[in-house]
């Protein structure tokens, strides 16, 4: 997918762009190397003087595909513009050890607002979060009279369980479904003229396809997110998009929307007017040109829909990166597994707790942790995420334990995995009565990150793999 043309002048350096130069002998775009780092600094200082950048964006995400190092020898200014941090192996200690050791002048988070404290309480800083930055400039007028379908375009296969579910259970239901994989160019056509334009994310995140389907003036539905993700600060439910809770919800507004078209068209326009006015990328430089003025938007700031920064913090690094490894583990289960259950004993630390939220498909049990509620309230966490009532039938068990819970409450039996949110506090005697009693219910070590114990049969395999370079 080529960046949005923030320039005329633009040169792309990318391990999936040629070199190339145009018929006036512009370099136009520098092939780099795949998932080894290089020096961004002397590249950009071979060129010619008539090329040197006003401005220098790193696209970063947790794959690594490409590595730019030097960062504090480029005298332009430089942005990191973070993406992934969702999904793949350690995505976020990788991503936090790499902007430690380099020195961007701007860090933008892209689609994952909700993982902006964690860079935050590192003293990385100020993080801004700017949605929106890699829609391409194409805007298509709503159609008035789209075809009787629901469209999906986008990713399926293994990395998708919960999206193909979801897909699955819309074509059981007998409802007319398109499942399409087409440039992006082509889907945003096929967008405009669907009735329904499917989305549900890879794990919880505010994705890219809600923007091009409301620039393609597209009628969008796509799954309820929590608010740290930021989809609510932007769009609203019902007048610019819709949400579903489950499948069954996703079925039932399926089919009403299919039949109320008046009411489906009204919500396109309203969300394509508002995309259209908050993200042509004009609005998009100008918010480049104020970030490097120093003239920051109040939306930009992720504590506006998230305080979990301001309401607590890191005790010191190994403490920041614990918690880390905990989130990003279950982060990495429930993008495969459809609903996650944390049960949450009496002394385990409220910060993991809180750190869980951002979740959509976790729910909470808490057995007298008053300390979990007071952090959420700090945090300006909703009032019901830890006191709601779980629907869930056959719930995937993860136990949140403190050590001096271990005679009280102990290893629940039906817990698939056991986490001690105290673990770098945990002498040697203690873990070895942690590891005896997690023993005596057939869960193991994690391999990758001390303080888990699980039963090594229901988890995602991603832990399994090499990671990254």
Known sequence: MPPPAYSENMLICSPY?????????????????????????????????????????????ASFQHIPGNIRAIPQPTIALIGDTHHMRRPLQSMLGYLLHEHFDHLLIDHTPQHAHWFAEAG?????????TLLADDWIAPCDKPEKHIIFIGQMGKAHPIRNAMLESLQQADLPLSVEQVPQAVACQHYNQ????????????????????????????????????????????????????????????????????????????????????????????????????????????????????????????????????????????????????CHVSPNADPRVACDLVDLPRVSFVLENNPEVLKLA????????????????????????????????????????????????????????????????????????SMGIYHNNLEWSDVWNKPPHA
């Open 377 to 448: 309230e700090a945090s300006g966490i909703e009032g019901n995420r830890f006191k709601q009532k779980t629907r869930i039938t056959k719930p995937v068990k993860i136990q949140l334990l403190a050590s001096q819970d271990l005679d009280s409450v102990g290893v629940l039996p039906d817990s698939a995995a056991v986490i001690i949110t105290d673990w770098l506090a945990v002498d040697e005697i203690q873990r070895q009565k942690i590891q005896h009693q997690c023993a005596n219910t057939k869960l193991t070590a994690a391999n990758h």
């Open 124 to 132: 990385l800083g100020p993080v801004f979060w700017i949605s929106g």
């Open 194 to 341: 669907a009735a329904i334009t499917f989305n549900h994310s890879l794990n919880g995140d505010f994705n890219l396809r809600v923007f091009e389907a409301l620039a393609s003036g597209g009628f969008l539905l796509t799954e309820k997110l929590q608010p740290q993700a930021g989809l609510d600060a932007v769009f609203k439910d019902g007048e610019h998009l819709v949400c579903y809770n489950d499948k069954e919800d996703l079925i039932n507004k399926c089919r009403y929307y299919l039949e109320n078209t008046e009411e489906r068209n009204q919500i396109a326009h309203a969300g394509h007017l508002k995309a259209k006015q908050l993200f042509s990328i004009n609005n998009r430089l100008h918010s480049f040109e104020d970030l490097l003025m120093a003239k920051p938007h109040t939306s930009w700031f992720p504590e506006i829909i998230d305080r979990r920064v301001q309401a607590y913090g890191c005790r010191n690094r190994d403490d920041l990166f614990q918690r880390m490894a905990y989130y990003e583990w279950i982060q990495e289960q429930h993008r495969a597994i459809d609903h996650l259950l």
């Open 17 to 61: 762009y040629p070199d190339f130069q145009d018929e006036h002998g512009n370099i136009r775009s520098i092939k780099l190397p795949e998932k080894r780092q290089y020096d961004l600094a002397g590249l950009i200082q071979s060129l010619p003087s008539s090329q040197q950048p006003d401005l220098v964006i790193a696209r970063l995400d």
